[in-house]
Structure formats: structure tokens, C-alpha cells
């Protein structure tokens, strides 16, 4: 029988100052009800204050902290999830005045990297990122972790082993981070492997839950977790793609882009990010039925600037076409294509797309292969796109027309035999 999962019960917090508009606030607070959702959390509340700026001491003004304390009472809430990140102040004042859990919106998505980190690159990168993110907010006398039970903002590898000593907590940093640059090396090794044998590499990126394991499932019939919830992916998952001619590619899924997400996140997940900067070609996936679709995009655009691969060339592919928005207007200044992930045709369509994209980064070739050349041949039709291939009885040569990458090593194999 399987256990129950029993949600624990969560009050959201948010504070809305004037640099922010209703839209863009309203949304950053779904968001937050969903992210606590994939937490396991039963959202009973939100509270919102407008204000000038944040309140240095306690994020929301006092009177709003009394109510927040009268309400987490009557509603006897477990957990006060803030839709920012607390300064170590702010969160132990905020503590010393509400009686259930505080936590803010970084330790909530690093409470949903640790549950979905699979792999032992992943859950390495999740502990790093909890530790550095816990190291600031000891109090002078230390929470003991191991008294912090279990529950949302607490999970994670092995929290409850370590004692509150910074030094403790310094040492497992650094330990942590010798491990990750073993596994760092090993990861460069491959990649330079798949780089020798100049095999085209296609990454997926886009805001999380934009519907990119899907297609990447279906395009290349691999099980990546895929699931409607934010942040499903956080390991990276790479398989081979093999468009209509025959092209065979490497396409990578990636971990979803979130706005307002904490810089110490994006480096601590730099692995799934650095099979971006490796890519030829980016898919940008955007959910054309989320109604906030266009500032995730600009969100995501944003993250790649700041990733420096803004050179890349972008196929920007709108997803969901099945139950896009009645108002939907495309706003990428880039390739685009209009699909449904479950949709054999559009996939179709899109991988012809996306090997016209690639013809235009080869040269074309035209060659005169002798028949005795089998190996070169089944090369021809696997690492370049062939277009033509005939074969001439008189001269016993199979004539074939096609593009390759210009530094793909069958460049120098064929140019004994052309034309």
C-alpha cells in the first residue's frame, strides 16, 4: 500500500514595491503557490503588502507582521513561505515573532532541486547550494540542523548529519567542491570526446514547465522525468537525434529557467547549463497557452546573455499550440516554429526545420564515391546531410550531393573525391 503524503500546510507572503506591476507581482505569487505545490505544500493563504521598498527588518511592515502571526495561529499553518530571499536579519526576526517555519522563495526551489536531483553530480550541486545558502543565516548560537525534522526547506543530502559549526560546515563545502570538479573533469573529457568526433549539438532550453522533457521524449524516444510541474528535469540528459535525412545529432534537455532566480543557483547548476554553452544549435521552448509567456522568454534570453551564448543560433519553438492563448502573438526575433509536443506531424515538421537551420551553418559538397568506399558512404549518410545519392553504372561511382560542417573531419576524407 503505497504511504500517503501528508501536505504540510503553508501560509505565502509578498510584498509588492513600486518597481513591480500588479501583473508581473500577481504572477511571481502563482508561481510561488506552484512552486509550494511541487514542494508538497497545501497553499491555505496569501498575504500581500504594497509598499515603497522592502522593510529592512522584517521584509513587511510591523502591522502586517502581527496579522501574519494572528492568522498562522488561526490557521495553525506549519510553514511562511516569503516570495523573496531573506536576509539572515529579516528571517530571524521574522522567526522570533511567528511560531511556525520560515523559509523564503531560494530555499524553496532548493528544497525541489533536492528532491529531484537523481544523479550524484546533481545532488552534490543541490548540497552546495543549500550549505552556501545556510552558512550566512547561523544564528551567533547555531540551530542545531539536526533538530530540524523533516518538511519543506529542509530536505535535502544529508542536512541532518551535519552539526550548526560553521567550520563544519566550511569543511563539507570544501569537500563538495572537490568532488564536483572531479566529476567536472570527467564531464569536459566526454564533451571534448563528442567534440573530436564534431558531433552537432542541439541543447533545449526555456522557462521550466514549458513543455521541453516532453518534446525531448518524444523526439528521441528517451525517458526523461516529464512530469506538469516546475523544475521536473535538474540532471541533464543527453541522446541522439537522427533528422528525416539521416543526420544523426546529439540533443540535450536541460534544467527550466525561472525568473528572479538567485545567482548562487545559476552557479551552483552551471553543469546542465555548460551543455548549453557546448550547443550548435538552441531550441527555445516557449508555452504559448501560459499567459505570462512573453516575459519568459525574455526571462530565459535574459539568462543566456548572462550565460554568454547569446551568439548561438536559436530556434524559438512555441509549444502547446493545441490550447495556445486566444491573444497569442509570437515576439521572437529568431527562427520560430508553432507545435504540440504530442503531435507526430508538427514534431516532423520541426526536425525539418531544424536541419534547414543547420544547412545553413555547412558548406555543400559534391563528390564521386567509388563503390568500394562502403565505410565512407554509410559516414556520408550519417554525419553530413545528404540530399543526392545516385549511383553511375558506367564508372562504377555513386555521385553524391549534400552539406557537411566545415571542420567535421570527413571534410578532408571527401576532398580527394570531388568533382
Known amino acids: 500500500m503505497e504511504q500517503e503524503v501528508t501536505l504540510e500546510k503553508a501560509v505565502l507572503v509578498g510584498c509588492q514595491t513600486s518597481r513591480l506591476d500588479d501583473g508581473r507581482f500577481q504572477y511571481s505569487m502563482e508561481e510561488l503557490s506552484s512552486l509550494t505545490e511541487t514542494a508538497k505544500g497545501e497553499v491555505l493563504i496569501s498575504v500581500v503588502q504594497k509598499r515603497e521598498r522592502i522593510h529592512s527588518a ?34 530571524r526576526n521574522l522567526a522570533s515573532e511567528i511560531s511556525a517555519r520560515i523559509i523564503d522563495r531560494t530555499q524553496l526551489i ?10 550524484k553530480e546533481g545532488k552534490l550541486q543541490v548540497e552546495l547550494a543549500q550549505l552556501q545558502y ?10 542545531a540542523l539536526s533538530r530540524l525534522g523533516a518538511g519543506i526547506g529542509t530536505r535535502g ?5 551535519l552539526e550548526s559549526d560553521r567550520r563544519h560546515i ?25 567534440k573530436k ?17 516532453t518534446l525531448f521524449n518524444r523526439l528521441t524516444e528517451a525517458e526523461s522525468f516529464e512530469e506538469n510541474q516546475l ?9 541522439k537525434l537522427i533528422l528525416p535525412s539521416g543526420y544523426q545529432t546529439l540533443v540535450t534537455d536541460t534544467v527550466g529557467f525561472i525568473q528572479d532566480l538567485p545567482t548562487s543557483l545559476i552557479a551552483a547548476f552551471r553543469s546542465t547549463l555548460e551543455e548549453v554553452k557546448e550547443a550548435n544549435l538552441l531550441l527555445h521552448i516557449v508555452d504559448m497557452s501560459n499567459a505570462d509567456y512573453y516575459q519568459h522568454e525574455k526571462t530565459v534570453n535574459k539568462l543566456l546573455e548572462d550565460l554568454g551564448v547569446k551568439d548561438i543560433p536559436q530556434l524559438t519553438v512555441y509549444n502547446k499550440q493545441d490550447i495556445r492563448l486566444p491573444d497569442f502573438v509570437p515576439t521572437a526575433n529568431t527562427p520560430t516554429a508553432f507545435i504540440s509536443a504530442f503531435d507526430k506531424e508538427d514534431r516532423y515538421e520541426l526536425k525539418r526545420k531544424m536541419e534547414h537551420l543547420i544547412i545553413e ?3 555543400p559538397y559534391q563528390v564521386s564515391i567509388p563503390s568500394t568506399e562502403g565505410k565512407l558512404l554509410s559516414q556520408l549518410k550519417n554525419e553530413t546531410i545528404l540530399r543526392e545519392l545516385s549511383f553511375d553504372e558506367e564508372s562504377e561511382l555513386y555521385q553524391c550531393k549534400g552539406f557537411t560542417l566545415l571542420d567535421h573531419q570527413i571534410s578532408g576524407e571527401i576532398q580527394k573525391y570531388k568533382k
Open 361 to 363: 551553418m555547412m558548406e
Open 134 to 143: 545556510l552558512l550566512p543565516r547561523l544564528a551567533g548560537q547555531g540551530v
Open 157 to 161: 543530502p544529508g542536512e541532518s548529519k
Open 170 to 194: 566550511r569543511r563539507r563545502i570544501d569537500e563538495i567542491k572537490g568532488q564536483l570538479s572531479i566529476v567536472v573533469q570527467h564531464r569536459d573529457r566526454y564533451r571534448e570526446r563528442r
Open 231 to 239: 523544475f521536473a528535469t535538474l540532471d541533464p540528459m543527453t541522446r
Open 110 to 119: 532548493l528544497d525541489i532541486f533536492a528532491q529531484r536531483a537523481r544523479s
Open 197 to 213: 568526433n564534431k558531433t552537432f549539438q542541439i541543447a533545449i532550453v526555456g522557462y521550466t514547465n514549458a513543455g521541453k522533457s
Open 58 to 91: 522584517t521584509y513587511i511592515g510591523k502591522g502586517k507582521v502581527e496579522e501574519l502571526k494572528a492568522l498562522v495561529e488561526e490557521l495553525e499553518a506549519d510553514i511562511v513561505i516569503f516570495n523573496d530571499e531573506l536576509s539572515p536579519s529579516q528571517k
